[in-house]
Nanobody, 131 residues
Framework: QVQLVESGGGLVQAGGSLRLSCAAS????????MGWFRRAPGKDREFVAA????????YYAGSVKGRFTISRDNAKNTVYLQMNSLKPEDTAVYYC????????????????????????WGQGTQVTVSS
């Protein structure tokens, strides 16, 4: 099991930017594919972005593609979500998630976009975008 702690959320005006961080501990971070999900008030949890354990592959939800960038620093055991051109509809609690994947993905090219594919979750960080 890997422990995940998100940070970097806050209140921002529409059009602004935030960078979320997710620090991992407890296991070898570089063995894990990572994902970001979010849950808005009254809505189901939805996929935002994912990155393979090597960082070679990334994938985005259509609603954030071109505005958000997922990245990772395996030396720092951290995954990031850079969010630009924020919109009020991006308001949500953002969660990072981890899936052990090196054992099935030797090249580090696989990503996963379903919440059920992930084993470990952080506690979430609130992002609020005002209009």
């Amino acid at each position: 099991q890997v422990q995940l702690v998100e940070s970097g959320g806050g209140l921002v005006q529409a059009g602004g930017s935030l960078r979320l961080s997710c620090a991992a501990s407890g296991r070898t971070f570089a063995d894990y594919a990572m994902g970001w999900f979010r849950r808005a008030p009254g809505k189901d949890r939805e996929f935002v972005a994912a990155i393979s354990w090597s960082g070679y592959s990334t994938y985005y939800a259509g609603s954030v593609k071109g505005r958000f960038t997922i990245s990772r620093d395996n030396a720092k055991n951290t995954v990031y979500l850079q969010m630009n051109s924020l919109k009020p509809e991006d308001t949500a609690v953002y969660y990072c998630a981890a899936r052990h994947s090196r054992n099935v993905d030797s090249r580090g090219s696989y990503i996963w976009s379903r919440a059920d594919d992930y084993d470990d979750w952080g506690q979430g960080t609130q992002v609020t975008v005002s209009s």
